[in-house]
C-alpha cells in the first residue's frame, strides 16, 4: 500500500514538473522573443548608464568591470522579476547577451572611418576611458576639447565602458548593431498586426529598418543614425504603451528619451513626441495613461537632465549661461552657415533647403525618373552625406508610395487612421527642425516613409506590380549606402591594418607619422598601442605635406 501510494505521489511531481516545463516552453517563441527583446535590451543599457553615472558622481570613473558586473546582476533580477510566472526569462536574456556579444565582435572587424567619429567622438571615448570626470573636471585640452566638454555623452559612455574592458576603441560602436536589432524587432512586431504572410513580414520589417542614415553610419561612432533609432523606438513604446498599457512601454519611454536627450542637443526632439502623446490621450478622454505619460516626462527631466545630463546641460549653464552652449549663448559658435552648409543651399529659403532632400540641387538631371540619376549613386558613399543624404531616389520613393497609398486607401482607411498621428507627428518633428535639409539632423524622417509602406495592402495587382518596384529602388538607394560605406570602411582598415604592419617590421625605434589635420593623433595613436606597436610615435601635423604612404581616407600623409 506504501509504495502504491509512494509512486502515485511520484508520479503527480513528475506531471507537475512537466506541466511547469511545458508552460515554459510553449511560452518561449520565436514571436515572444521579438516582443519582448526591446525591454530587456533597453533595461539592461538604461541600468548600466545610471550605474555608470552614479560611479561618476562618488568620483569613481575607472572600474567599468565592476560597473558591468552589477548592471548584469540588477539587470538579470529585474528581468526575472518582471517575468515571473508568466514566461521563462532565461532564454530571453540569454538571446540579449547573444547579440550584445556579437554586437561588439562584429565592430572590432571594421574600423570607423569617419572624420567626426574619429577626431571628436573617439577622442571623447578615450578621455573617459583613461579617467576623465565629467561631473568634477574638463576634458584635456585639445582642438576639441569644448565639445568633448559641452556636448552629450550617452554613445560615448558606452563605448568607454566596453572599450576599457576589452581594450579596444572600436568595440565602442557597438550601439549601432544593439539598436538596429530593437528598432527590427519593433518593426516585425507591428508589420505583424498588418500582415499575416512571414515573408511579407520580414520584407517589409528589413525595409522600415535600413535607413539610408543608419547604415551610412553603421560601423562608425557618429549618433545620428543611433539618434534616429531611439526616436523610432519612442514612437514605437508609446504605440504600445496605448494599446496594452504596459509598464514596460513606460520604462523603455522613459530610458529611451534619456538616451535622447544625452546623445545630441537635438534629443530634445523626444520632448515634443510625449507632448504630442500626452495631448492625444487628452483628446481621446484616456486621462489615467496621460497622467501616467505626464509623470514619465518629470522623471525623464530629473534624470536625463538633471542627473545623467548634469555635464552638459547643468554645466554648461553655470559654465557659459546657456544649456546648449557652444550652440547657442553669447560667444556662440556657428557650424552649421559657416562650415557644413552647401554654398548652393546659402541663398535658398528654407523650404527649398528642405526639398532638397527630393530634388537635390535643382537641376534638371535630378528630377524624378532621370536614369542618369544612378550615376550618382556614388554620392552615397558618405557617412555624413550633406545634399540629398535619403538617397538620390528619395523622390521616386516618396511618388510610388503616394501612389499606393492612393490605391490602397478606399477599402483600407483603418490601417491609414492608425499611423495618421505618428506620421503626423514624424513629419511635424521633420520640419520644424532648422537644419532639416541635412538628413542627419532628421534621421527619423525615412520611418514615415516606413510606416506607409507597412501598413498598405498590396493584395491586387496593381499594388503588387508598384510594391515590386518600389522595393527596386528602395534597394538600389538604401543598400547603397551601407555597401559604399561599408565598402570604404573595410578598405580604410585593411589599409591602415597593414600601415601599422610595416610600422612594426620598421627598423627605427621612432616613428614620425604626418597627419593631414590634427586630433587624428589619439584615434590613432590608440591602436598603435592594441596591436603592440613597439615604437616611439612622435604625430607631426603638416596638412601641405604630400601623399605618399598615406591611408585611404585617412589623416595619414607619410611616415618615416
Known sequence: MLRNYFSRKELEIKNTLQHICDMHVSKVSLKNIIKEHPFVAISFLFVLYLLKNIFLVLDIADLNVIVLLVTMVIHSGIVFMVYRRKINPLPHLLVWYGILILSLVISTMIFDYSW??????????LHLKNGWNPFYSHAPKSTVSLYNDCYPKFTELFGSIFSSICNNIEVGKAYNIVFIMITFCYALRYTGQ??????????????????PVVVAQFFTYLVDGFMGMTIIILFFACIYFEQEHDIKDIIIIIATSIFALNTKFTGFICGIVLIGYIFRQFILKR????TTLIVSGAIILALGVFFAGFNPYVTNFRDFGHPFYPLFGENKIDIIYTINMPKNLLPMHPIQRFFS???????????PFNPLKITKLSSHGVPDLRTGGFGVFLAEIFIFISIIVFLSMKNNQGRYKAVF??????????????ENWWARYIPYFWYLFGFFIIVSNYSNKQSKILFFILLLIIVINNVSFFAFNTANAIKFTAEFKQCIAEIKKSKHDTVHLILGIENFNYAYAEKMMFYNVDKDIIFIINSEAPVNKGVYLSAIRDWY
Open 287 to 290: 486621462y489615467k495613461q496621460m
Open 421 to 434: 498621428f505618428p506620421v503626423l507627428l514624424l513629419a511635424a518633428i521633420s520640419i520644424i527642425m532648422p
Open 194 to 211: 498588418y500582415h499575416k504572410n512571414k515573408l511579407a513580414v520580414l520584407v517589409l520589417s528589413i525595409f522600415f529598418v535600413i535607413n
Open 357 to 367: 532632400l527630393f530634388l537635390l540641387d535643382y537641376e534638371k538631371d535630378n528630377l
Open 116 to 125: 567626426d567619429g574619429q577626431i571628436y567622438h573617439q577622442v571623447t571615448v
